[in-house]
């Protein structure tokens, strides 16, 4: 062949690879499912959400450091995954590091266009490093991010299908306590107070179509039982984020067993969260077909712990860990879901209960 002809069908192949990525960009974007990655950063939490109008919303963003560990986990799910080279919306649930550790990382990598956080304290009495650490934050959302107080909704945009996200907790302040008695909330056994920043924490209330969704950042017992009696203001929901990464110092029974999720996701790490007592909670939710843990904890007994089907990383340390993530995909009328473990995990169909 002649180099000139070479050439002609190299362009040739060129093309059509790029209308080939652009049609798989397209379809992603008009599948109109609502996508949720529940991203591996070790113990930490990280949330990223592509809805259907292809919108992107991250709660939390893991631990800095460790090489740019979970702000690269993030960003591979982003753009690989998701196919998306922006966050519409970034949120912190509070001020721990674990929560906020790369949301100045990730603007330095990609536009963020809204931050969203529960205010900014002065001090962190339990963090005397907080206004050294806040720093790169105020600096990365330009002192423009937006408090969220309870009732407030994102301003998420619905395809088809409604879709909204409530803020039913926020710096220790709950929604009203309507709806129907919580036939849970006598066995409530209050505990000393929690002075730290966990129970500050936002609290996500997704809803699409009929299908629920409940994120809690790490919000404490008390707090817990403070949205959750009397009454039961958020009904049940189908997917549930457990609470601080499965420790029992959140998870209270009043709220876990009132809300009775059908599948729940663990993110926890090889040796943070994923207690024993909590697993024991979750055990006894009535309705719980799944239970999903982002790592094996190595420190627990086989037998404590969800069966290893459902477990997404098993190795003992986090430096070979390959940080596979869970995904939740809801059907575009909201009336089903999918959930699997990685790209290519195993799909298990669960029913949005009517
Ligand atoms: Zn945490």
């Given at each position: 062949?002649?180099?000139?002809?070479?050439?002609?069908?190299?362009?040739?192949?060129?093309?059509?690879?790029?209308?080939?990525?652009?049609?798989?960009?397209?379809?992603?974007?008009?599948?109109?499912?609502?996508?949720?990655?529940?991203?591996d950063?070790e113990g930490?939490?990280?949330?990223?959400?592509?809805?259907?109008?292809?919108?992107?919303?991250?709660?939390?963003?893991?631990?800095?450091?460790n090489?740019?560990r979970?702000?690269?986990?993030?960003?591979?799910?982003?753009?690989?995954?998701?196919?998306?080279?922006?966050?519409?919306?970034?949120?912190?649930?509070?001020?721990?590091?674990?929560?906020?550790?790369?949301?100045?990382?990730?603007?330095?990598?990609?536009?963020?266009?809204?931050?969203?956080?529960?205010?900014?304290?002065?001090?962190?009495?339990?963090?005397?490093?907080?206004?050294?650490?806040?720093?790169?934050?105020?600096?990365?959302?330009?002192?423009?991010?937006?408090?969220?107080?309870?009732?407030?909704?994102?301003?998420?945009?619905?395809?088809?299908?409604?879709?909204?996200?409530?803020?039913?907790?926020?710096?220790?302040?709950?929604?009203?306590?309507?709806?129907?008695?919580?036939?849970?909330?006598?066995?409530?056994?209050?505990?000393?107070?929690?002075?730290?920043?966990?129970?500050?924490?936002?609290?996500?209330?997704?809803?699409?179509?009929?299908?629920?969704?409940?994120?809690?950042?790490?919000?404490?017992?008390?707090?817990?039982?403070?949205?959750?009696?009397?009454?039961?203001?958020?009904?049940?929901?189908?997917?549930?984020?457990?609470?601080?990464?499965?420790?029992?110092?959140?998870?209270?029974?009043?709220?876990?067993?009132?809300?009775?999720?059908?599948?729940?996701?663990?993110?926890?790490g090889p040796v943070k969260?994923?207690?024993?007592?909590?697993?024991?909670?979750?055990?006894?939710?009535?309705?719980?077909?799944?239970?999903?843990?982002?790592h094996r904890n190595i420190k627990?007994?086989?037998?404590?712990?969800?069966?290893?089907?459902?477990?997404?990383n098993t190795e003992s340390s986090s430096d070979t860990c390959a940080g596979?993530?869970?995904?939740?995909?809801?059907?575009?009328?909201?009336?089903?879901?999918?959930?699997?473990?990685?790209?290519?995990?195993?799909?298990?169909?669960?029913?949005?209960?009517?």
């Amino acid at each position: 062949m002649t180099g000139h002809r070479i050439r002609w069908i190299w362009a040739c192949a060129a093309l059509l690879a790029i209308a080939g990525t652009n049609l798989a960009a397209r379809a992603d974007e008009a599948d109109g499912r609502l996508d949720i990655y529940f991203i591996d950063v070790e113990g930490g939490a990280a949330t990223l959400f592509v809805t259907p109008a292809g919108e992107t919303l991250l709660i939390d963003s893991g631990y800095p450091d460790n090489n740019g560990r979970d702000r690269d986990r993030i960003l591979k799910v982003l753009r690989q995954e998701a196919g998306k080279s922006h966050l519409d919306h970034a949120a912190v649930t509070h001020w721990h590091l674990d929560h906020f550790g790369n949301h100045a990382a990730l603007a330095s990598e990609i536009e963020i266009k809204n931050f969203w956080d529960r205010g900014i304290p002065e001090v962190l009495s339990e963090d005397k490093k907080f206004e050294e650490r806040i720093g790169p934050y105020r600096a990365a959302s330009q002192n423009q991010s937006r408090k969220l107080s309870v009732g407030d909704m994102l301003p998420l945009k619905s395809d088809k299908t409604p879709l909204s996200v409530k803020i039913v907790t926020a710096s220790r302040d709950v929604i009203p306590n309507d709806g129907p008695p919580n036939p849970f909330a006598k066995a409530h056994q209050p505990r000393e107070r929690d002075a730290s920043d966990n129970a500050a924490s936002l609290s996500f209330l997704l809803a699409f179509g009929e299908f629920r969704f409940l994120c809690c950042g790490d919000l404490t017992w008390n707090v817990e039982a403070k949205l959750m009696t009397p009454n039961n203001p958020l009904g049940q929901v189908d997917l549930f984020m457990v609470t601080h990464h499965g420790l029992p110092t959140s998870n209270n029974p009043v709220l876990v067993h009132a809300i009775d999720p059908v599948v729940a996701v663990m993110c926890n790490g090889p040796v943070k969260g994923g207690h024993p007592e909590t697993l024991k909670t979750l055990q006894g939710v009535k309705s719980l077909k799944a239970l999903y843990q982002l790592h094996r904890n190595i420190k627990v007994r086989p037998e404590d712990q969800t069966p290893p089907k459902f477990i997404a990383n098993t190795e003992s340390s986090s430096d070979t860990c390959a940080g596979t993530f869970v995904k939740a995909s809801v059907a575009p009328d909201g009336k089903s879901y999918t959930v699997q473990i990685g790209k290519r995990g195993e799909r298990s169909t669960y029913q949005t209960r009517p």
